[in-house]
């Protein structure tokens, strides 16, 4: 009688979880290969399918979440405008096409203006030429660089990562910021609640009690993976701007075992685009700490004197995307700089999940026959990840496209290079996840010279790679077959 009863039990929790999860799912009105992933998952696992699809997948809440926050970001940058401080992203529809018209006779971006355009109009980044940039790929420079600069800042320091370690980087990083905060200057530290969920608050205590400021974005809980904030940015004085891969950690200084030697790729930006940056914190802080929200005002957008040097500046323009943005900005504009090469796509990425638009048009541009290169780590921080990658590398093999495995320790770079114009580089990754999930921030910059160093980079990079050539791709084991068909099935939920 009781083997009876707990045959029925599974039974009605076998179809409950089935029938529920699909009412679930289809409601959400998801891309269907997203949607044919999670039943397959349901279907597998069936009693935890629908557990794993409330924690992982459940977007429901997104739209409500995150409607309001969109509704403050434009409400600020309408006050902003309204101040008649020195703008950047808040400027109107007219003078944002005045502002890409101004650059329309500079031979070197002609071709991609519409590229341009795009991150302008729809993805909110004014076009700066008035920034100096600085490639930073390793810890000890990146990490001694922001010291330096926090101990010099004179007004405030905003700094935002999504992974903040209790270590001795970290640690270092918290002295640096109480004294600053001792002195008087403002000092605002935001983190994900995900990213520093097994970081203990008590390593914080010494900025608080010396007078800054700590948020944290979403807490997380039980049915709260997704919409991480991995943003990583610090913004000094409203002039000097950090940007890149660099989370706050000490493997990130090459000082863990598991990984070894780490590279990544971060850049210091000196001049108006640090504003933009600065920007895009105070959206995010004020979302987290309404009770002490950033009153925009000129302290934190101060003019910038042109340099005389202009003309050898850069163009950069910074770019943020998340559930808070009417459009998967960073996503749109990576894809239309894939579509505008003429010459060379050179993308780095440790997690490489394409959507079937980005993974069909790096196709079409090896058969065209651009030079299309791709690295991923050889040595995985999530050997699953690695197995989904090596699925899509491997059709894009046959189509031309050369691939490579990082194999001196741990490659983190978030970096696109297209021809020797354009660069983007941040925090998004070459996955669903950064593209519709995530809160990410990119650089993009246009720039014969600056691109020109971003490709050394990835050239000296390439030099501690191992190529995957179509025969080592053919040769791999039945096993290895088995691992990127499954992963490859669940690339969508990545």
Known sequence: MFSQIISLLLQFAFIFNIVFAAVVIFSERRNPAVTWAWLMVVFLIPYLG????????????????????????????????????????????????????????????HHILDLLFLNSSAGGGCLTQNSRVD??????????????DIKN????????????????????????????????????????GTGCFTTPKRIFKPLIHSGGKLGIFLRPG?????????????????????????????????????????????????????????????????????ACKIEPSGKYFPDIIDNNENADMPLVQIVSSGP????????????????EANESIYIISPYFAPDENIFESLKIAALSGIDVRIVIPANPDHP????????????????????????EGFIHSKLLIIDNIATSVGTTNM????????????????????????????????????????????????LQKIKEAFSRLLSPLL
């Open 431 to 478: 996955d669903i996840r950064s593209f519709k999930l995530n809160f990410e921030i990119n650089a993009f910059i246009y720039d014969h010279v600056l691109t020109g160093r971003f490709k050394e980079q990835f050239y000296a990079d390439l030099k501690n790679s191992r190529e995957i050539t179509v025969t080592d791709y053919q040769n791999r084991s039945f």
């Open 135 to 148: 490639i930073m790929a390793d810890g000890d420079i990146k990490f001694s660089s922001l010291l330096n």
């Open 50 to 109: 629908f557990i794993l699809y409330m924690i992982l997948g459940l977007e429901g809440r997104k739209y409500r979440t995150f409607a309001n926050k969109y509704r403050q970001n434009q409400q600020m940058l309408s006050s902003i405008k309204a101040l008649g401080l020195s703008g950047l992203s808040f400027m109107n529809d007219d003078a944002k096409e005045k502002n890409i018209a101004n650059f329309k006779n500079t031979l070197h971006v």
């Open 153 to 192: 800042a004179k007004n405030f320091i905003h700094i935002q990562y999504y992974i903040f370690r209790n270590d001795i980087l970290g640690r270092s990083i918290i002295s640096a910021l109480s004294e600053k905060a001792a002195e008087g200057v403002e000092v605002k530290l935001l983190i994900d």
């Open 324 to 339: 808070d943005t009417k459009w998967a900005n960073i996503y749109n504009g990576l894809s239309k700089m894939i579509s």
């Open 222 to 290: 039980f049915f709260r993976i997704n919409f991480q904030n991995h943003r990583k940015l610090c913004v000094i004085d409203g002039h000097i701007g950090y940007i890149g891969g660099f989370n706050i950690g000490d493997e990130y200084m090459g000082q863990v075992k598991r990984f070894g030697s780490w590279r990544d790729m971060h850049i210091r930006i000196s001049g108006d685009a640090a504003k933009e940056l600065g920007l895009h914190f105070i959206m995010d802080w004020n979302f987290v700490k309404p």
């Open 384 to 407: 699953f990840v690695k197995w989904c990658s090596l699925s899509y590398l491997g059709e894009l093999l046959n189509a031309g496209v050369k691939c490579y495995e990082y194999t």
